[in-house]
């Protein structure tokens, strides 16, 4: 239709007028680092794979969890969350359940059978694990997918490490270890049994290995000198707990008493508990809140009857007798004697006080540094000596199943690359998505989900999973409650709020693109992305 | 610390898209439960290019309340605007922004003229193609008054929308009566014994839309798309005068930063200064609650407009008197639930 | 169908037989019967598929007509002097959008002092503004320019305001021959827009125009009412072959043909002016008259034509330019500008607010023409008594009240002595 003159337009003649010509900053999308990922031991894509449980891909979110962790199962029973403890959720109602999450995704795993994928062809390359606990499974896993030859050197009957042989049952019940495992071992991972590695250059050349990751841990109890009667019955925490492993149940009397304050001390009493003791004691020479264990597995144990006798050290043991000294703190907080006695009925003294590495594998080895009981690595994992890698608990480290993980996976990413004679270089870190980055308003008030726990009488009694994973539907619930830090979700909120209509969207699972021709730079876009994945920069002019 | 030993809820409430509730769509729900905005099929009633300023609340407030009357009509829309921002940051000529059928008269006639398009559209036997009035708040409240007056006593099949930003923006910011009492405006220098707009007795015409008995009338924010899209659809499903009352936020006018107008509108709305509401046929029916209640200071004080409230203690007073305002609302209508939630 | 009607009945009459879609009413005397008619007729279904609409002012109205009008509503709407002013806004919107609704102008003077009764000065105020202005003479005249307004605006996309002299034609009970339906619909066909709001076909209608194009669009509206000049002798000839009339077009003249004194003037006056020239003609006076029937477009060169062999022109109005003159005469000098030899303009000024012209004043002023014309402006029957004591008592006294009172009481007191 023709139309008079000036007085009159035609739609779509604005779009003449470049209103991008009055930006002096703009508008970009970004990807920062969620807190979770970040501070995740095993380096986890923690907010990757809780995007694809939201939408019930789990399989997705499975696979993409697996790509850094292949025991996700056993993770979401053990892990310590650190991730929780950083998550930026917990500054608006409480952090996210991410590990009753993981755990759910590892358990429909399992139920469904998922397995890996098979990796591409063969690198031609070998590579000796020392040692099938998580940290040498985590690098045998790694290394196997790209593409190398493992084999996994066990010293011990069965593979698992410290899952198996310090863990309980309780808290890690063992036909789910096994699932994770055998999973592994059918990417092609031999695993030798009973087989303990006395010369690791040796065994390297013997088997025409090119590299070797050693992942030992540490299964040596530490002891401390106490003056004892013949009879005293004093074992420690470590071999305890790997007995449970083997037919015979071990037989610790009516009272028992774990001397030590870290988590094998809590799993020891709460194991004597289950064996049939009537009173399991910890005996610490500080105080609760002094105490190296997990508070929520000290809550635990108290729920179940254990008793706590703080500020005491042992001084002596005799059959069925033994003989404690109060401490009190001094100033600094250390705990002093006070000279003042009592003595305790006592069947069994167990004895978690640490735990030593067996390095003997390493003797002679040329150009190692051994510090403080662990094999020093440098930041490539490396020991000393070329080629011979190492990780867990026998080397510097926080000493859990998480962290031994990261350590397998980083590993085999520097084993790797030194086999194609190249360095790898990790990317740099994307900027973190802290707290102050979202905006919060747009996320529905959602208390955490409550995980299920066994009656405290069952759990007294038996050796049932303590606490229960989380159903479908409270799963979904939890992984939707990730605020997704940092990483776009497609809220549409930026398509929506630009007052020029200058986002484009680009459809389901392609985000979003700027319009610059039109964009004015206004930044109501940024302030109002929830997840903070936009960032204004400036224009140069 | 989570209470861990209790056995899982089965009340507990699902929502399963509480990641975004409040956002403009969501991957994990259907078109139908996103927002009209976050359909890549959006009419865009009003597209790129337009000269407005940046992050000005006016322009989302249009396009949201188009697009959802564009949604609800199947297109069938002819929008009547009055003199003001809104009709000069879109159609200088020889550029217009505007996709729909539109029609520019005067200051104040936007409602006589929307009345005149319902009739045309009735008397040619084209019923489906709704007349929807727009105006600023100058343009409603004080210079259009009458003619908006007569349109609701008629009940004129017309929904009419007031873009408030509280103040004569398009002129250079002057006082209307819409502004807020102690605002700084051109006309209401901060200077002076009493520096900013006198605390009259204010002019709400919402409610005297209400007080008109016309079918339906509402107030809404860029804040709460969600809500400003249901009211739309709502008030084009209805026949019969219809009022809506759009809080938008002007960051040259309010002296905000560009990017804060969606922030402002939302603590506008959270401390109670602007209550969101809904009425029918001279009854308030239902107001929205405040989520996360604000103290009036908070949403003044990135306000350039109110910064002399700030620097002295007659200044202070006078916030308190707007907590009043704010208190006042609260109490009329019930912003705040019962149970202290949303 | 010849009636025996009131004016504003005869023109609600012909504005229905015109088909309107959308009419807003507003009361204002002296339009209201008009209106009023119309009502009535939609209430009956004697106007059928048509909106009427009661609005709360002038403004109003105009702004309806002008939503209808652009939504592709033929749209009618009446008023008169305060009622045109408070919508003066509007009229230039209308014009300005090229809107062609029609418009009745029951003709009024304008107050202070408020005064309901008959002049052009409301027409005058809004001459400028864009919109053609017909002038009737007679009440069939007024009924049947409507039908020429609509098409004429249909046409040229542009307002047509028909002036009807308030009380004299409106209120007025004559013989009125009322077309039949037919006959208008073959001579209106229904209204096709140059521009129209529509769904299927959207434009954005009333941008903002700056300096770089404004006067393109005025000199375009100003062009588009030189077209008017052919359109208009066209469709009143037009209107002759289907109705069998003389009504309308640009002017008539009556007796100019030899005539040395010629009289300009609008409206029903020119009913007396043409009694007086009779008598005058039959004392032997060479006096002919020109009625104007389009005021704008102005016909400047037909008005020329018909004045140029005389030698002098008196122009009578009803309206005042105040400061400057008669407005009317203003305009008639532009038709005689740069011609050489051209008669000379006098101009009166009379009518104003109602005041009956009579043939005895005519007579007086007319021959007084021939005899002694005049400068400037000559205010025909004004009463110079009471003109002179008020403007003494201002003189004497700073504080002297309203002039309208003062002269109120005077003339209380004049007619009081004269008992």
Redesign the interface.
Known sequence: MTHPF?IS???????????GS?RTSRPVYVDRLPPCNHVCPAGENIQGWLYHA??GDYETAWRTLTTDNPLPAVMGRVCYHPCENACNRAQLD?AVGINSVERFLGDVAIRNGWRFAQPPSATGKRVLVVGAGPSGLSAAYQLRRMGHAVEIHEAGPFAGGMMRFGIPKYRLPRDVLDAEISRIVDLGVGIKLNSKVDRIVESMQAGGFDAAFLAVGAHIGKRSYIPAGSAAKILDAVSLLRSMEGEEQPLLGRRVVVYGGGNTALDAARTAKRLGATEAIIVYRRTRDRMPAHD?EVEEAL?EGIMMKWLSTIKRMDEGVLTVEKMQLDSTGFPQPTGEFETLETDSLVLALGQDVDLSLLDGVPGLEIKDGTVQVAANMMTGYPGIFAGGDMVPSERTVTVAIGHGKKAARHIDAWLHGAAYAPSSAHELASFDKLNT?????????????LEVARRQSTFEEVQGGLDE??A??EA?????CGNC?????C???C????VI?L??GKRFQF?Y??C?????C???C?CGAIR?VPEEI | M????????AT?K???????????????VSDQQ??V??S?DRS?A???????C????E??GA?YAMDAAMRATG????A??ATGCL??F????????????????????AA?????????????GRPE?R?IAQGGDGGTTDIGF??L??MF??N?DVLYICYDNEAYMNTGVQRSSATPPAARTATTPAMGPEPGNVFGTGKSVPKIAVAHGIPYVATATVAD?HDLERKVMKAMGIHGARYLHIHVPC?LGWGS???????LA?LAVECGLFPVFEAEHGVVTGSRKIR?QVPVAEYLQPQRRFAHLFSSDAGKNRIAHLQAIADRNIAEYHLLDAEG?? | MLKQIEGSRAMAEAIGLCRP??I?AYPITPQTHIVEGLGEMVRTGEIS???F?????E??AL???????????R?YTATASQGLLYMA??VY?ASG?GLPIVMTLGNRAIGAPINIWNDHSDAMAVADSGWMQLFAETNQEAADLHIQAFRLAEELSMPVMVCVDGFILTHAVERVDIPEQADVDAYLPPYEPVQV???Q??????????P??FTEVRYLQHYKQTLALRLIPEYAAAFKKQFGRDSGGLLRSYRCEDAELIVVAMGSVNGTIKDTIDEMRADGLSVGLVTLVSFRPFPTAALREKLVRALNVVVIEKSLAVGMGGPLANNVDLALRNVAGAPQVHSVIAGLGGRPITKTSLHRVLRGAFVQPWEGSHFLDLNEKIVAKELHYVRKVRRSGPTAENLLRRLGQAEKAAV
């Open positions: 000036a337009l035609d739609v779509g003649t604005s779009l003449a007028n470049l209103t009055w939201e939408s409480e929520f729920q308003w747009y996320y529905a008030d959602a208390p955490k989900t409550v995980r299920p726990m539907t409270n979904l619930y939707r409650r990730c605020l997704s979700f497609e809220c549409d909120n398509y929506g709020v007052p020029d209509n200058a969207k459809g389901p319009n021709d039109y004015k730079g206004c930044g109501v940024a302030q109002e929830p204004m | 989570n209470d861990r030993t209790t056995t899982l809820d507990q699902l929502h399963f898209y509480q990641k975004g509730t409040f956002t403009v769509g969501n991957r994990l996103r927002a905005q976050a890549i865009n009003l597209t790129c290019g337009h000269r407005a940046q992050g000005c609340g322009a989302l396009r297109g069938n829309v002819i009547v605007n009709e000069v879109t159609t200088p000529y020889p550029e217009t922004s505007w996709q729909t059928p539109w029609l520019h008269s005067l200051f104040g006639n006589a003229v929307a009345t005149g398009v319902a009739a045309a559209m009735r008397v040619k193609v007349a009458g003619c007056s007569g006593e008629r004129d798309l960051p930063a560009s990017q804060d107008t969606i922030r939302r996360r939630e949303a | 879609e959308v807003c598929k048509c909106e609409i009661n609005v709360e002012s403004f109003a702004s309806v007509a002008i939503g209808a009008s652009a939504a592709g509503a749209a806004e509007a919107n959008l709001l529509d769904p076909d959207p434009i954005s209608i009333g941008a903002m125009v700056g770089e194009a």
